[in-house]
C-alpha cells in the first residue's frame, strides 16, 4: 500500500488507504498493550490482596505464639534455659 501510495501521490483512495492502515494498525497495537497492562496490574491487584490476608495471618499467628509463650510455666517450656548445679 505504502509504495503505490507513494508512486502515485495524486490517487486520493490510495492516500486514504494508507493513512487508514497504519492509523489502524497503530490503534490496534495501543489498544492491545492497554489491555495487557490492564490484565497484568488486575494479577498484581490480587496478589496484593492474598499478601496482605497472609501477612495479617502470620501477624495473629505470632501473637498467638507469644500469648501462649507467657501463659506456660517455665519448667514447661522446651527450648528455656534451666538450671544446672555447678557440681553433683
Known sequence: ISAAAMA????????ALK???FTGTTLRG???EAYA???IGTIMLWGAIASFIG???MSALVG???WHAHR???DERILASKAVPASS
Open 8 to 15: 502515485n501521490p495524486n490517487n486520493p483512495q490510495l492516500t
Open 55 to 57: 501477612a495479617i495471618a
Open 72 to 74: 506456660t510455666q517455665a
Open 30 to 32: 495501543l489498544l492491545l
Open 19 to 21: 493513512q487508514t492502515a
Open 64 to 66: 498467638l505464639g507469644f
Open 37 to 39: 497492562f490492564s490484565t
